[in-house]
């Protein structure tokens, strides 16, 4: 189970062609629709035929990569933390949010209580010596380093104040 943090769906406004990297889907020409976007992209050429997207983080990959139709938030990239099977149910707890084992983790609640969560959860957190990695047959579940719980409470409190900035709601899932 891994679980994402990050605001509320809201429908897009536009539509970007990337390569999926940040920088070249800042940098992209926002589009109307959805099918403009596709349009657009298949007029850039096959991967192997064209040239790096403007921005591009991996110039030697793009070309070689397939463009993606990425859909456009209304309020900008929002935050996002996410974090495996352990490590959410350490987050969801700390945040009194428990999550049964082996049930899926998910919700969505008003970023002024979810801060107060986190506020409180960063008061409370006992200092995190960390976890190591374990190993069940072909199954692994994710260790985490001293100091993961505070770090990752801190990107918790950025995601809601800027949900909170946006009249948005966080979500995980």
């Given amino acids: 189970m891994s679980v994402l943090f990050t605001a509320e769906h809201r429908q897009a406004v536009a539509y970007a062609v990337t390569c999926g990297c940040a920088p070249a889907t800042d940098q992209a020409t926002p589009l ?3 099918d403009a976007a596709v ?3 298949l007029a850039a050429g096959a991967a192997g035929t064209r040239g790096p997207l403007p921005g591009c983080v991996l110039p030697d990959i793009c070309p070689h990569s ?9 309020d900008g990239p ?3 933390v996410e974090a495996n099977g352990a490590n959410t149910r350490l987050l969801l707890a700390a945040l009194g949010l428990d999550s049964q084992e082996g049930q899926d983790a998910w919700g969505q609640m ?3 209580l979810f801060l107060g969560r986190v506020l409180i959860a960063l008061a409370l957190a006992p200092e995190d010596p960390g976890a190591p990695w374990t190993q069940s047959g072909r199954h692994y579940d994710g260790g985490r380093s001293a100091g993961y719980l505070h770090r990752r409470l801190l990107d918790l409190h950025d995601l809601a104040q800027w949900c909170a900035a946006h009249g948005r709601e966080v979500a995980w899932a």
């Fill in 78 to 80: 929002a935050p996002d």
């Fill in 32 to 34: 109307g629709s959805y």
């Fill in 110 to 112: 008003a970023a002024d």
């Fill in 66 to 74: 397939p463009l993606l139709v990425e859909p456009l938030d209304p």
């Fill in 39 to 41: 349009r657009a992209a």
